[in-house]
């Protein structure tokens, strides 16, 4: 499918809509955007394609279609462009069907292009259950993946009757299941039953509490780098710092949700990124519409940094430690670039790691990544 067929499941944008009275300034992002206004645009060189997600009839009865994807538009494009090595081309919304399955096809479909053509893609708008149609995408190009979603709950309900609340479901036992691992940060214990936790740990999954994620925010950059895709619903986000967040009023802080779509730019394996959840009718001033304009910002922004981090094939780019533990020969690799940290777990493969994995190697230790990492493989 060309480029151009795409715009048979997507809508075109209105600047006029999303614009100020007095347009947009020189150094506006406005102005430095590839725009789907009347015909799909030429997104060759193009480092991240947004596409919007109106479909909310996953939250429940009477939630239909929303504005959400525009104005978050509304926001982004008034911030200023930094990055100009960094190439951002907006394809409209995705047409919503008359039934919710309609709604996912196309979405599936319009990721798995633009994935499938080498495109990091971000999904905007839309309830949290959209999660699924990004998934699909994947196994129809047949790839198994690593998945990161960052939400305070795990939507794993078994008494559940809304997709968002039980699209992992499907995610975890749905055939052919093309997921290899599954990473969740940022859940809050008081939402989740104990048996939950367990049953996910027996699948040798990993879940990090939001206070332990906070802790170390920089421990969960290793497990969104070697992941496929993330999907991020607001409700992980304080109430204060996003209005439109009714579900709890914990979680990360602006900054710290800016920072985890900082790494999801950083990884080159991460090739899609959903935000999900916000409905403009919650929201207060716009605020959470601003902050996830500014997570996208940093989401260019560590595009920008993955850009100048080295491949590993560029053997001279790193600091290389052999390391034996548990009976265990492997090794550790330090970028010389970026200080970030790379382990062997077999004869030719490496996956992210960090420094605190290399220290518990350096004890005699086995580092838990390690183990899981191997499990895997």
């Known amino acids: 499918m060309s480029f151009e067929a795409l715009a048979d499941f997507l809508t075109p944008i209105s600047v006029a809509s999303i614009m100020e009275d007095e347009g947009f300034k020189d150094n506006q992002l406005g102005r430095h955007i590839l725009l ?75 990721v798995k292009e633009l994935v499938e053509a080498g495109k990091k893609v971000l999904i905007v708008g839309g309830s949290h259950d959209n999660t699924l149609a990004q998934y699909q995408a994947y196994g129809d190009l047949n790839r198994i993946i690593d998945a990161t979603v ?14 968002e609340d039980i699209f992992l479901v499907d995610m975890f036992t749905g055939l052919p299941n093309h997921l290899r691992h599954y990473t969740h940060i940022g859940f ?27 802790e170390a925010i920089e421990q969960m950059e290793p497990a969104i780098r070697n992941s496929h895709f993330v999907s991020f619903d607001i409700a992980a986000i304080q109430h204060a710092h996003a209005p439109a967040n009714r579900v ?4 990360f802080t602006g900054e710290e949700a800016c920072t985890l779509l900082q790494y999801a730019g950083m990884s ?26 500014q997570m996208i910002w940093y989401l260019m922004d560590g595009i920008r940094s993955g850009k100048e981090e ?34 062997q777990i077999n004869e ?3 996956v992210a ?25």
């Not at 709890?248 to 979680?251: A, D, E, I, L, V």
Request: net charge negative; with cysteine.
């Open 353 to 377: 790691c960090s420094y605190q994995d290399y220290l518990a190697a350096s004890n005699n230790e086995i580092p838990e990544a390690w183990l899981r990492a191997v499990e895997r493989s």
């Open 188 to 214: 809050q214990s008081y939402f989740m039953h104990p048996d939950m936790l367990e049953m996910i740990d027996n699948l040798r999954f990993d879940c990090f509490r939001v206070g332990k994620v906070k």
């Open 36 to 110: 789907h206004e009347t015909a799909i645009p030429d997104i060759s060189t193009a480092d991240l394609v947004l596409v919007g997600c109106c479909e909310m009839r996953g939250a429940g009865p009477g939630k239909q279609a929303s504005n959400a994807a525009d104005c978050i538009r509304k926001e982004l494009y008034q911030l200023f462009h930094w990055h100009s090595d960094v190439k951002l081309a907006d394809l409209g919304n995705i047409r919503t069907g008359s039934s919710l399955q309609d709604s996912y096809a196309a979405l599936k479909t319009v």
């Open 150 to 163: 960052i939400d305070s709950k795990i939507d794993l309900d078994m008494e559940g009757v809304l997709p």
């Open 310 to 343: 080295a491949h590993l094939e560029q053997a001279h780019e790193f600091n290389h430690y052999n390391m034996a533990f548990a009976e265990v020969s492997t090794t550790f690799l330090q970028s010389k670039r970026s200080g970030r940290w790379w382990m």
């Open 348 to 350: 030719q493969n490496y």
């Open 248 to 251: 709890t009023p914990n979680g």
């Open 268 to 293: 080159r394996q991460c090739s899609s990124i959903g935000l999900y959840g916000y409905d403009p009718g919650n929201d207060l001033h716009s605020m959470t519409a601003k902050q996830m304009a």
